[in-house]
């Protein structure tokens, strides 16, 4: 995965992000929505993982004064497995850090454990439970990771970067 690069999504990338969106989600976003993520770029931050021209996941974040919020993030059904969503995840923590995020936060389906273990690596905890909020009534899982410019919460990326082969 040596080749893998991470960069800012525009909307010439939107036919591959809508792709993986309805390769991964019962209740896919819209074009529109997409879109209209894409184009509010003060508060949000959508990246790419590609390779070889290809994009293999994506990452959407919506910064609000010091509170970060996983929008989104999916990775191509052929690519998982892959650390394609830890590189998202790192790449994109240290980009809203920079911008002054300071605490992160999601939504993940009480049935997605694989998802849950992953944010698990990045310090987010269990906070809450949202009932029936996803399609078919799927609880989701509230989890935060309070200070992630805290010493330890660097210290815990640099970890999870060095087991992949990458800076943070």
Same mark, same amino acid.
Request: charged share 25%; hydrophobic share 45%; with cysteine.
């Given at each position: ?36 993520? #894409? =184009?509010?770029? @003060? *508060? ?11 994009? $293999?996941?994506?990452? %959407? ?44 936060? #999601? =939504?993940?389906? @009480? *049935? ?11 310090? $987010?905890?269990?906070? %809450? ?40």
């Amino acid at each position: 995965m040596s080749a893998l690069e991470i960069r800012l999504a525009t909307k010439r990338d939107l036919k591959a992000l809508l792709a993986i969106e309805e390769a991964s989600f019962d209740e896919p976003w819209s074009a529109g929505l997409l879109r209209s993520e #894409l =184009e509010l770029t @003060a *508060t949000r931050r959508y990246s790419i993982a590609t390779n070889g021209g290809s994009v $293999l996941g994506y990452l %959407g974040l919506m910064r609000i004064d010091e509170d970060v919020h996983v929008n989104t993030i999916a990775t191509a059904i052929d690519a998982r497995g892959q650390g394609i969503a830890t590189r998202l995840l790192l790449e994109g923590i240290e980009a809203v850090l920079a911008e002054g995020g300071r605490h992160l936060t #999601l =939504e993940v389906a @009480a *049935t997605n454990l694989s998802a849950q273990s992953l944010y698990r690596r990045f310090g $987010l905890a269990p906070v %809450g439970v949202r009932r029936g909020y996803y399609a078919g009534g799927v609880d989701a899982i509230v989890m935060w990771c309070r200070d992630m410019d805290s010493g330890e919460e660097m210290a815990r990326r640099a970890m999870i970067a060095a087991s992949l082969g990458s800076e943070p």
